[in-house]
């Protein structure tokens, strides 16, 4: 954003709070601007830089207070980053009031005028945003300190594990924010490292005899954009999470996901996740443990400087939109102003929470998932127990039919009854969606078939070519 002032206006600030802000060091900056609001609490520049590097590094109640001050003065910057604010708290109308006045006093500043719409495009976007807020359980929260962000994270060990760089690379890694994730089989690791004309960017490499080597930075579209980094891997190898600071981001590091087509060997355009995964703050480091049936990501939302809050959610088979038009409501759940707003009253989490909290895998790795036939001599159980990377793909792509060719033959049984219990014809809206929806059941059966087919001919035939 541009600012307004003119050079006149700095006479109350210290020269080194002043060079600070300038270079864009907005935490410093406001260390050394609090002590310049000490010594002088009414000062409108004071109070106005002090908003902007509060509002800057997640200092909210710093912000509002300061920018405040600012704005009755007349500081008209001050009114258009206190719009911002309020945007990122969900208060549209307060927002929007801040705008219209910061619009009457610069009607003749052209370059104002542009960097109001940009804000209230901003404001907009978040609105929508919140209008389709996920309707997730969330049953626990814990706030660590970002360098302990890994202990909150208890995952299985058919999930993979998490490591902070720094400690799985030997050769003096010194980029904090970067996480390696390792798949269950400890042949591949995913993650994020500088690179010059992008930032941070997601490599991936694999086991090569005793070490990890052949690395490669991972394929479009993920690494067209800059600052990517803490991704998470799916049991399946093809569905990523990551966070990062381009693709449009609202704010700090969102949360994405993308899938890879092994056909092209690139992946599907990613995936920004709806709120309340996401938010203006840092929001990063999505993991799912598809055994214990539990999810956390971390944000750093409305946290002191240093801090992050980890939630631990129970991961929605579809997307559930909160289906509400009370705008106070979704800004709460999107905010996630309380998690117990978010729970069932017919449900008890703690057995959940306990599961969550434990790094054993012995809760549900003992236990078969399905059972598939390759041959007279192997019955699968378990996605581990493929030899073959491509044919656990295809076993997996077969299952997703599956579930839903079942699914959607439910919702078709459905559609039937009330088609029977009405007196209308083939041609009537329901008519047209039951002939829709046998067609598609048909065509799932055979995906579903086909697909198991082929898994099972790449694993006979992986077996068949080992000595």
């Known amino acids: 954003m541009i600012l307004f002032f003119p050079a006149w206006a700095f006479g109350q600030v210290s020269e080194e709070a002043m060079k600070l802000f300038e270079e864009g060091n907005y935490e410093q900056a406001k260390s050394v601007l609090k002590i310049d609001f000490e010594n002088d609490p009414a000062d409108a520049t004071i109070n106005k830089l002090l908003g902007i590097a509060a509002l800057k590094t997640g200092d909210i109640e710093t912000a509002e207070h300061s920018l405040t ?3 009755k003065k007349r500081i008209h910057e001050a009114t258009l980053y206190l719009g911002r604010l309020y945007a990122m708290q969900y208060k549209f109308d ?19 005028l542009a960097e109001l719409e940009k804000e209230r495009e901003y404001a907009d976007r978040l609105r929508r945003m919140n209008g389709r807020t996920e309707d997730i359980q969330i049953i626990d929260s814990i706030v660590v300190s970002k360098r302990d962000l890994l202990s909150a994270y208890n995952l299985s060990e058919s999930g993979g594990s998490l490591e902070w760089a720094r400690d799985f690379f030997d050769d003096g890694w010194n980029e904090d924010n970067s996480v390696v994730f390792m798949n269950e089989r ?23 005899l005793e070490n990890f080597g052949n690395e490669k930075m991972l394929p479009a579209p993920i690494s067209d954009a800059k600052d990517q980094a803490y991704p998470f891997i799916m049991s399946d190898g093809l569905t990523i999470y990551f966070a990062t600071k381009g693709h449009e981001t609202i704010g700090g590091y969102d949360l ?37 049936g539990i999810g956390w990501f971390a944000s750093d939302r409305y946290q002191p400087e240093g801090q992050v809050c980890v939630y631990t959610f129970i991961p929605n088979q579809e997307v559930l939109l909160i289906q509400s038009d009370d705008e106070k409501i979704l800004a ?5 102003s309380s998690i117990q707003d ?12 306990d599961i969550a909290s434990k790094r054993s895998n012995k809760i549900t790795d003992t236990a078969a998932d399905f059972d598939f036939v390759i041959n007279n001599d192997y019955t699968y159980h378990q996605l581990a127990d493929f030899k073959s990377f491509s044919a656990r793909e295809y076993f997996i792509r077969a299952r997703d039919a599956k579930r839903e060719f079942e699914e959607l033959s439910k919702q078709l049984d459905e559609k039937r009854e009330q088609y029977a219990a009405s007196a209308s014809n083939v041609s009537t809206p329901l008519g047209v969606e039951i002939l829709y929806m046998e067609k598609r059941v048909s065509e799932l059966f055979d995906q579903w078939k086909a697909t198991e087919t082929v898994a099972r001919n790449e694993e006979i035939q992986y077996i068949n070519s080992q000595p």
């Open 332 to 336: 709460n759940r999107a905010k996630i």
């Open 69 to 71: 001050v600012a704005s």
């Open 94 to 112: 307060d927002a929007e009031k801040q705008f219209a006045a910061f619009e009457k006093a610069m009607r003749r500043n052209k370059e104002a």
């Open 186 to 208: 400890k042949t591949k690791v995913y993650f994020s490292r500088f690179a010059t004309e992008r930032g941070s960017t997601l490599y991936t490499m694999e086991k090569m």
């Open 256 to 292: 994405y996901a993308s899938r890879l087509n092994l056909n092209s060997n690139t992946y599907l355009t990613p995936n920004q996740m709806n709120m309340p995964f996401n938010s203006p703050f840092n929001d990063y480091m999505m993991v799912i443990d598809e055994k214990k």
């Open 342 to 353: 978010s729970w069932r009253t017919d449900k008890d989490y703690s057995s959940l929470r």
